[in-house]
């Protein structure tokens, strides 16, 4: 049994935002990958951290917002160190998260059931890196399907390109996550600034627009606010420039 709550149940490629799946996105959800002009480099598609988001960034499905466990496992030392590395990480102690799972990780043996599946757990060590700033770790242990993420991780480490691709993959995987469209807007919008092709800037505004619809539509979001808020002072920018 896999107490990592429902999502953990769900496909990570495609269940990103549950709520999302059956909205329909006039502009068009899918961007298909498109071939980088040679003059387009790792820092024409990266954004800086310092304002790249907006608002903090999310966990895009690797590990549940807020969510505990439940109650204390009793069963192997595997589930027992995943319990208290997920208890690390809820408090903020990232560092002893990441100890605790990577000693979770080592003692795994396949074909033995477990409360927890090693992939969950993977993805909650990524997370715990991440937050520490080693976006290379990171890198290295987290699932190969959350492209946000890892595109993400690689913004970090200002290989905007790679970063470009995931996003592109990861909308192309669910085409109803906002936070799918807001990169691949951020994106090219970053790069419009540097090219001024004027299709870049057509993409941001359309990827800002469906983040926008699809944010406004989730009912399980949060308080999206300051997203929305963001998203349309990147759109009167992008309005406004000629």
């Known amino acids: 049994m896999n107490r990592f709550l429902e999502w953990a ?3 990570k490629s495609a269940k990103l935002v549950p709520a999302l799946v059956a ?3 006039s502009a068009g959800c899918a961007v298909g990958a498109r071939n980088l002009e ?3 480099n790792d820092q024409t598609l990266s954004f800086s951290a310092g304002d790249s988001l907006g608002v903090e960034r999310g966990d895009y499905g690797i590990i549940p917002n807020g969510d505990s466990l439940g109650p204390e496992p009793s069963g192997t030392e595997f589930d027992n160190l995943v319990y208290e590395g997920h208890t690390h ?3 903020g102690n990232y560092q002893e998260a990441a100890e605790t799972l990577t000693q979770a990780i080592e003692l795994y043996q396949d074909g033995t059931d477990y409360d927890f599946d090693l992939s969950d757990v993977k993805g909650l060590l990524a997370e715990s890196h991440y937050r520490l700033d080693d976006f290379e770790k ?6 190969e399907d959350s492209y946000l993420f890892r595109g993400d991780c690689y913004s970090k480490l200002e290989k905007g390109r790679a970063a470009f691709e995931l996003y592109e993959k990861g909308l192309e995987a669910n085409p109803n996550d906002p936070e799918a469209h807001f990169r691949v807007a951020l994106s090219y919008a970053g790069r419009w600034k540097v ?3 004027d299709s870049d800037k057509e993409i941001a505004i359309e990827r800002y627009l469906s983040a926008s619809a699809l944010y406004g539509a989730c009912e399980e979001c949060g308080d999206v606010s300051s997203r929305l808020s963001y998203i349309h002072g990147k759109l009167s920018e992008l309005y406004k420039s000629n």
């Open 89 to 91: 990480y809820e408090k």
């Open 9 to 11: 149940r769900e496909s």
């Open 38 to 40: 040679s003059r387009v």
């Open 195 to 197: 090219t001024k092709d």
């Open 23 to 25: 909205v329909a996105v």
């Open 138 to 143: 990171a890198l290295d242990v987290a699932p």
